[in-house]
């Protein structure tokens, strides 16, 4: 059965730092792509980092480029986003979820499986 199940979010400050997790069951990180979004209140939702299943190609959106970074850790089948400078346009439900992304072009559509959200808040 597939899984993905995020964690790591919470209240932080503007200028503070929060690292999501997101931890696959049921394939390995070399099988899906898999991507970072977040929807904010009455906001569509954002594609805001996405990690190629080989070679760790990753594309950011322009707005958390320099801020975010993506990172994998295959030994424990996990996917980081490791957010700093957090500002409040950064509030949102973040979910991770298996991506279709192309490494040459970076555009990166959502896939089929998705996990649950960790909410994430930044105010002062």
């Known amino acids: 059965q597939v899984q993905l199940v995020e964690s790591g979010g919470g209240l932080v400050q503007p200028g503070g730092s929060l690292r999501l997790s997101c931890v696959v069951r049921?394939?390995?990180?070399?099988?899906?792509?898999i991507g970072w979004f977040r929807q904010a209140p009455g906001k569509e939702r954002e594609a805001v980092s996405c990690i190629s299943n080989s070679h760790d190609i990753i594309s950011y959106v322009d707005s958390v480029k320099g801020r975010f970074t993506s990172s994998r850790d295959y030994a424990k089948n996990t996917v980081y986003l490791q957010m700093n400078g957090l500002k409040p346009e950064d509030t949102a439900v973040y979910y991770c979820?298996?991506?279709?992304?192309?490494?040459?072009?970076?555009?990166?559509?959502?896939?089929?499986?998705w996990g649950q959200g960790t909410q994430v808040n930044v105010s002062s």
């Open positions: 049921g394939f390995t990180l070399d099988y899906y792509a």
């Open positions: 979820a298996t991506v279709i992304f192309s490494p040459s072009t970076r555009v990166c559509l959502p896939g089929t499986y």
